[in-house]
């Protein structure tokens, strides 16, 4: 299910560290051989009866945020914290998975009442937007009729369901890493400061015009520099991104970056290394697989409202699956199902699995039923 030529922003050091806590949690050497290294998986129905392909995606992975220790957190009163340091699910992708999981068991129940082929796609790293394209890249989505994926919480309250028709910023993410010339700060002559030119293109990047067309983002969001107050410093490194709200406006803002890092670089006599770490584009909903959405959620169980949900901020690279199903003609469509959390990406992040995740189930298998119904 991963095109290795298209993997963005692999870390061979935290790849190995993670292959050495499964083994420490009794994953088997066969399965970790088996998977080489990547995480996430796809899992296939097959009826053995003619009929549609039905993919649905759901995504796994978590954030590098410590979780809360407050005791009234109900991840703490329940006891299912994170028990990694520094690592959480803040933005409820383990519900996502649990949600999948639970799919898969009503698909395994529900065999002989449908037909085709379902496909239950358990994606790795959105978190900076890495993952859907290596998947995207494998092919395995090429026969694909009919999908969606949906995201627990955000503007959805509980019991409601917002179908997206359109939406998402289009986003490429980049590490840029600048090199200098260490020296004594006495001689300065005799140096180049990465990190006065690491600060001079944080500040240029902050001013980029924007576009007429449409809504721009620039973030950086570190950067790192420096051994001591007494040395120039030799080496940068730092994390940004641009969005844009099509394609073409982030295509436009990603070039203003290189234009940027490449003069500056050249004024400060240093050389880069600017590296796209993750990339999605927007979302463009196909309205067949959108009532099917919405009829699907109007019968699930514990659904209150069914309303549109058209998101202008934020990316999600599940747009990436999208864009290569939507190529060959499949029809996809993009939801969101309810809970009360306090914001994502937050050390306080949480949702309640007991209420929110069967409201998700029951979308999912509705949409289920009625494209693969026997």
Request: hydrophobic content about 40%; glycine content about 12%; proline content about 3%.
């Given at each position: 299910?991963?095109?290795?030529?298209?993997?963005?922003?692999?870390?061979p050091?935290?790849?190995?560290?993670?292959?050495?806590?499964?083994?420490?949690?009794?994953?088997?050497?066969?399965?970790?051989?088996?998977?080489?290294?990547?995480?996430?998986?796809?899992?296939?129905?097959?009826?053995?009866?003619?009929?549609?392909?039905?993919?649905?995606?759901?995504?796994?992975?978590?954030?590098?945020?410590?979780?809360?220790?407050?005791?009234?957190?109900?991840?703490?009163?329940?006891?299912?914290?994170?028990?990694?340091?520094?690592?959480?699910?803040?933005?409820?992708?383990?519900?996502h998975?649990?949600?999948?999981?639970?799919?898969?068991q009503?698909?395994?129940?529900?065999?002989?009442?449908?037909?085709g082929?379902?496909?239950?796609?358990?994606?790795?790293?959105?978190?900076?937007?890495?993952?859907?394209?290596a998947?995207?890249?494998?092919?395995?989505?090429?026969?694909?009729?009919?999908?969606?994926?949906?995201?627990?919480?955000?503007?959805?309250?509980?019991?409601?369901?917002?179908?997206?028709?359109?939406?998402?910023?289009?986003?490429?993410?980049?590490?840029?890493?600048?090199?200098?010339?260490?020296?004594?700060?006495?001689?300065?002559?005799?140096?180049?400061?990465?990190?006065?030119?690491?600060c001079?293109?944080?500040?240029?990047?902050?001013?980029?015009?924007?576009?007429?067309?449409?809504?721009?983002?620039?973030?950086?969001?570190?950067?790192?520099?420096?051994?001591?107050?007494?040395?120039?410093?030799?080496?940068?490194?730092?994390?940004?991104?641009?969005?844009?709200?099509?394609?073409?406006?982030?295509?436009?803002?990603?070039?203003?970056?290189?234009?940027?890092?490449?003069?500056?670089?050249?004024?400060?006599?240093?050389?880069?290394?600017?590296?796209r770490?993750?990339?999605?584009?927007?979302?463009?909903?196909?309205?067949?697989?959108?009532?099917?959405?919405?009829?699907?959620?109007?019968?699930?169980?514990?659904?209150?409202?069914?309303?549109?949900?058209?998101a202008?901020?934020?990316?999600?690279?599940?747009?990436?699956?999208?864009?290569?199903?939507?190529?060959?003609?499949?029809?996809?469509?993009?939801f969101?199902?309810?809970c009360?959390?306090h914001?994502?990406?937050?050390?306080?992040?949480e949702?309640?699995?007991?209420?929110?995740?069967?409201?998700?189930?029951?979308?999912?298998?509705?949409?289920?039923?009625?494209?693969?119904?026997?």
């Open positions: 299910m991963i095109n290795p030529d298209a993997v963005m922003a692999r870390k050091e935290e790849v190995e560290d993670a292959i050495e806590l499964a083994r420490a949690a009794g994953v088997s050497e066969a399965l970790l051989e088996r998977m080489g290294g990547y995480t996430g998986c796809v899992g296939v129905l097959d009826t053995g009866r003619p009929g549609p392909v039905t993919t649905l995606r759901f995504d796994i992975d978590c954030l590098a945020i410590e979780e809360t220790k407050d005791e009234n957190h109900l991840p703490n009163r329940e006891g299912f914290a994170s028990t990694r340091p520094g690592l959480s699910h803040a933005c409820g992708h383990d519900g998975t649990a949600v999948g999981l639970g799919v898969a009503w698909l395994a129940d529900n065999k002989e009442t449908l037909c082929k379902v496909k239950l796609v358990f994606q790795p790293a959105e978190e900076g937007v890495r993952g859907a394209a998947i995207a890249a494998s092919g395995v989505l090429d026969d694909v009729d009919w999908f969606t994926a949906g995201h627990i919480g955000c503007d959805a309250k509980p019991g409601r369901i917002g179908v997206s028709h359109e939406g998402y910023l289009a986003t490429t993410k980049f590490d840029l890493e600048i090199f200098g010339l260490p020296c004594a700060a006495g001689s300065p002559e005799k140096g180049h400061s990465a990190l006065m030119c690491a001079n293109t944080v500040m240029a990047l902050g001013s980029l015009p924007g576009h007429s067309k449409g809504i721009t983002r620039v973030q950086v969001g570190k950067i790192v520099s420096g051994t001591a107050r007494n040395i120039v410093a030799g080496h940068a490194y730092v994390v940004l991104e641009v969005r844009g709200e099509s394609t073409e406006i982030n295509d436009y803002m990603a070039a203003n970056v290189e234009t940027t890092v490449k003069g500056l670089a050249a004024a400060y006599e240093c050389t880069y290394k600017l590296t770490m993750g990339e999605a584009v927007t979302y463009k909903g196909d309205e067949e697989a959108v009532e099917l959405v919405k009829a699907a959620a109007r019968d699930a169980e514990g659904v209150t409202l069914v309303t549109d949900m058209n202008k901020v934020g990316s999600e690279d599940c747009t990436m699956l999208i864009r290569r199903i939507q190529a060959h003609g499949g029809k996809c469509a993009f969101y199902f309810g009360d959390h914001g994502h990406h937050r050390p306080d992040f949702i309640q699995d007991r209420t929110s995740l069967p409201v998700g189930w029951g979308v999912f298998t509705g949409f289920v039923a009625r494209t693969n119904a026997r």
